[in-house]
């Protein structure tokens, strides 16, 4: 299995697909900005590859951030970086860690302030760290309801009281994001298990709460079949189809619009077999939907899972 990423390690640098993920930014419009602006600048590696250093990494985080406050990016793109960094500073946004500090004053868990710092610093490596010794001390389910869950959710307090950038949402979004990948697809190889398919409808795309949910379903004993975010639902429903799965689990996260939402999981719903089992999950569920295992929690949807599969011939 290849190392976790780690945007830190200044001897390799990143491809321009980390460059997005860590950023949120789309691969063709950094490769538009390089071509027109020289920004971001890749080495060329002795083996050929191009690689983008840490500081390339922190130069398109701040050009994120001004992005997001209303910059035109030809404005911003040929800044030098302090100059760039004394923009956002000026603009009263640029995290402040004392003021951090005191927003997590009461933090819900001893080391939430090690996260924290990881998160402030880019360091995925040390955030992978953490959350390896959350596993190994907690367990799986435990470690995301009781750590990468309130960790998040602090994370976005913090975002909205405008103390961090959206940059360092996105990061620690999709450092937590690798790891659970990681942990579930190690577990994923087992054909004997029971096969679920996991998904989230047009539209949504914040996929850390379907890897929860993926993790959960391997640690119940099932076998992921994994087709993502935007998920079309006559993809689902072909999908279903034509493997072996015996059930559905779908995020449902807080951004979504619930009556669209709603309407197209009654629409799976009728277009099922009853015996097909359907799970829904997430901060955007509005209520109950007829025939659909409605999960608030991941204690409750694993212990449902693992009381199923008992059940199952």
Same mark, same amino acid.
């Given at each position: 299995?290849?190392?976790?990423?780690?945007?830190?390690? !200044?001897?390799?640098?990143? *491809?321009?697909?980390?460059?997005?993920?860590?950023?949120?930014?789309?691969?063709?419009?950094?490769?538009?900005?390089?071509? /027109?602006?020289?920004?971001? @600048?890749?080495?060329?590696?002795?083996?050929?590859?191009?690689? @983008?250093?840490?500081?390339?990494? !922190?130069?398109?985080?701040? +050009?994120?951030? =001004?992005?997001?406050?209303?910059?035109?990016?030809?404005?911003?793109?040929?800044?030098?970086?302090?100059?760039? =960094?004394?923009?956002?500073?000026?603009?009263?946004?640029?995290?402040?860690?004392?003021?951090?500090?005191? $927003?997590?004053?009461?933090?819900?868990?001893?080391?939430?302030?090690?996260?924290?710092? *990881?998160?402030?610093?880019?360091?995925?490596? !040390?955030?992978?760290?953490?959350?390896?010794?959350?596993?190994?001390?907690?367990?799986?389910?435990?470690?995301?309801?009781?750590? +990468?869950?309130?960790?998040?959710?602090? +994370?976005?307090?913090?975002?909205?009281?405008? %103390?961090?950038?959206?940059?360092?949402?996105?990061?620690?979004?999709?450092?937590?994001?690798?790891?659970?990948?990681?942990?579930?697809?190690?577990?994923?190889?087992?054909?004997? /298990?029971?096969?679920? %398919?996991?998904?989230?409808?047009?539209?949504?795309?914040?996929?850390?709460?379907?890897?929860?949910?993926? $993790?959960?379903?391997?640690?119940?004993?099932?076998?992921?079949?994994?087709?993502?975010?935007?998920?079309?639902?006559?993809?689902?429903l072909a999908t279903l189809k034509s493997s072996q799965a015996i059930g559905i689990a779908i995020s449902v996260p807080r951004t979504t619009n619930w009556e669209t939402t709603k309407s197209w999981l009654?629409?799976?719903?009728?277009?099922?077999?009853?015996?097909?089992?359907?799970?829904?999950?997430?901060?955007?569920?509005?209520?109950?939907?007829?025939?659909?295992?409605?999960?608030?929690?991941?204690?409750?949807?694993?212990?449902?899972?693992?009381?199923?599969?008992?059940? +199952?011939?």
């Amino acid at each position: 299995m290849s190392p976790p990423l780690d945007p830190t390690n !200044q001897l390799e640098g990143m *491809s321009i697909g980390d460059l997005s993920k860590f950023t949120g930014m789309e691969v063709a419009r950094l490769r538009m900005w390089e071509k /027109r602006y020289g920004r971001p @600048y890749a080495e060329r590696r002795p083996s050929g590859h191009r690689r @983008y250093s840490h500081k390339e990494l !922190q130069f398109m985080l701040l +050009i994120s951030e =001004a992005l997001e406050k209303g910059f035109r990016i030809g404005q911003i793109i040929k800044m030098a970086d302090p100059d760039l =960094a004394r923009l956002i500073r000026e603009d009263n946004s640029y995290p402040n860690m004392s003021d951090i500090e005191e $927003a997590s004053e009461h933090t819900s868990f001893p080391d939430m302030t090690l996260w924290l710092e *990881s998160v402030m610093a880019f360091r995925c490596r !040390q955030l992978f760290d953490l959350l390896k010794k959350s596993n190994r001390d907690l367990g799986c389910v435990q470690m995301m309801q009781t750590r +990468i869950k309130p960790f998040m959710e602090h +994370i976005g307090h913090l975002w909205e009281k405008g %103390l961090l950038h959206v940059g360092h949402e996105h990061f620690a979004s999709n450092c937590i994001q690798d790891y659970l990948k990681e942990l579930w697809r190690q577990n994923n190889h087992d054909k004997m /298990r029971p096969q679920v %398919l996991a998904a989230m409808l047009p539209g949504d795309d914040h996929s850390l709460g379907l890897n929860m949910a993926c $993790a959960t379903l391997t640690e119940a004993g099932y076998r992921v079949l994994y087709l993502g975010h935007r998920a079309p639902v006559n993809a689902i429903l072909a999908t279903l189809k034509s493997s072996q799965a015996i059930g559905i689990a779908i995020s449902v996260p807080r951004t979504t619009n619930w009556e669209t939402t709603k309407s197209w999981l009654e629409e799976i719903r009728d277009r099922l077999k009853k015996d097909v089992f359907i799970s829904v999950g997430g901060a955007g569920i509005k209520e109950e939907i007829a025939s659909i295992n409605n999960y608030r929690e991941l204690h409750s949807f694993h212990d449902w899972l693992v009381a199923k599969r008992h059940s +199952i011939p």
